[in-house]
Nanobody, 125 residues
């Protein structure tokens, strides 16, 4: 499995970005995917997660501003980020748990076994 993120950029407060994560390799009808953020010097933290039935979950700080989605035809995961704030700055990673034993959205990095290389998002005030 290979995950490749794109779409990161430098934007001003209040701006929007859409991150993409292209997925290649083996697939499964049951999966859990997530977006994680890591700011300089901080641990990697979960931002949003989606499972194969479309159920999603978000960290409180992004609720109402970020939307996670997956296009199965394009085999691509997205994160639409609106009303960006400086505290959203960081490296964003997508992650995949292929055919998980428990099908539930997860914001824990321990849940995932495949990771992309990350894409940088910088929000300036």
């Amino acid at each position: 499995v290979r995950l490749v993120e794109s779409g990161g950029a430098s934007v001003q407060t209040g701006g929007s970005l859409r991150l993409s994560c292209a997925i290649s390799g083996p697939t499964a009808s049951r999966y859990c995917m997530g977006w994680f953020r890591q700011a300089s010097g901080d641990e990697r933290g979960g931002v949003a997660s989606i499972i194969s039935d479309g159920t999603t979950t978000y960290v409180d700080s992004v609720k109402g501003r970020f939307t996670i989605s997956k296009d199965s035809a394009k085999n691509t995961l997205y994160l639409q980020m609106n009303n960006l704030k400086p505290e959203d700055t960081g490296m964003y990673f997508c992650a995949l748990d292929l055919d998980p034993s428990t099908l539930t959205p997860s914001l824990s990095a321990l849940h995932y076994n495949y990771w992309g290389q990350g894409t940088q998002v910088t929000v300036s005030s």
